[in-house]
């Protein structure tokens, strides 16, 4: 287990701010994070996506634009017409029972190595004493990436929706923001006390590790996108399980069902959901279906 599990961990509800990126140095012909599904007269992109960017990230590669030119409906996880609400329920799941602090669930070793990392991040300890460890753990990586001016607001995710709105493309979700958050709120302690221990042992190795998965997504580099979800999790099977698997299961259903009906669209979802043996690529192949790279 290394860092990987804080950075993976971020990657699944839009409202923790995940993912970061750094501006490319330059347009190639090389394959996206996106791969054509073709059904009778109907198609089906699904866009692997990363929620949170520098605001230099954009344009986007060329044929990510037509094919959302061509499509008449986008597919999130969420809904994210309201996003305030969504982490206004995330900070409510995020807090301790009232009499309880952190500093008491971690431990004084483990507090003190907590006040020192955020001290010299010049954030006073205290204002995270009321959370539980996996949303304090969630708050000081996305202070991290703000910090490198990694925001949500220019995630991937957040650009097409607006589009979306902007052009009248219909939007649609796979699931609710509750659900999202439930995954977070039904951690055990033990994965929640992980989740933390991890974020702060490897803080200062978030940036570079999202510099570079940033860069294999922009390139559409598959293989180093999986060993970073399977490294990940690798202590953690059940959490891989009810975070990644389970969910690719439960939307397949709902592809299926826009494969079948007669309008093109495109699902935009986390990348970490595209990609593995259990990953919708892969499931949509097994089911017969012709998926193709961009």
């Known amino acids: 287990m290394n860092h990987r599990y804080a950075v993976l961990m971020l990657m699944i509800v ?15 012909d090389e394959k996206t994070f996106m791969w054509r599904v073709e059904r ?14 520098k605001e230099n990230a954009y344009p986007l590669p060329p044929v990510i ?28 799941a995020g807090s301790l029972e009232k009499g309880q602090t ?10 003190s190595e907590f006040e020192a990392l955020i001290s010299d991040s ?23 990436l703000t910090k490198h001016g990694y925001l949500s607001t220019a995630g ?26 439930s995954l977070f709120a039904e951690l055990t302690p033990e994965e929640s006390l992980a989740f933390l221990h991890y974020t702060l042992t490897d803080l200062d190795t978030i940036i570079p590790e999202m510099d570079s998965l940033y860069v294999d997504w922009r390139a559409g ?5 999986e060993e970073m979800l399977f490294d990940g999790f690798e202590e953690f099977p059940e ?38 043996e259990g990953g919708i690529v892969n499931l949509l192949r097994e089911k017969g279906y012709t998926v193709e790279q961009q």
């Open 65 to 92: 634009d037509a094919a959302f030119d061509e499509v008449d409906v986008l597919v999130f996880e969420i809904d994210l017409g309201d996003m305030t609400a969504a982490a206004i329920k995330m900070m409510a």
């Open 14 to 28: 839009l409202a923790a701010m995940s993912l970061a990126a750094q501006s490319p140095a330059g347009e190639s």
């Open 40 to 53: 009778g007269e109907t198609t089906l992109y699904l866009l692997g996506s990363v929620h949170a960017l």
């Open 156 to 181: 991937l995710d957040t650009h097409l929706s607006l589009r979306a709105e902007e052009t009248g493309k219909e939007k649609l979700a796979l699931e609710t923001a509750e659900f999202q958050v």
């Open 102 to 111: 952190l500093e008491q669930v971690v431990g004084p070793q483990r507090w």
């Open 239 to 276: 959490v891989f399980k009810r975070m990644v698997t389970d969910r690719n299961r439960t939307w397949l259903p709902q592809i299926e069902e826009l494969l079948a009906g007669e309008r093109d669209a495109m699902v935009v979802v986390g990348s970490m959901h595209l990609v593995g």
């Open 122 to 144: 010049g954030i006073n300890a205290s204002l995270f004493n009321g959370m539980k460890p996996w949303m304090a753990a969630l708050t000081v990586t996305a202070f991290e």
């Open 221 to 225: 580099n598959v293989e180093p996108v």
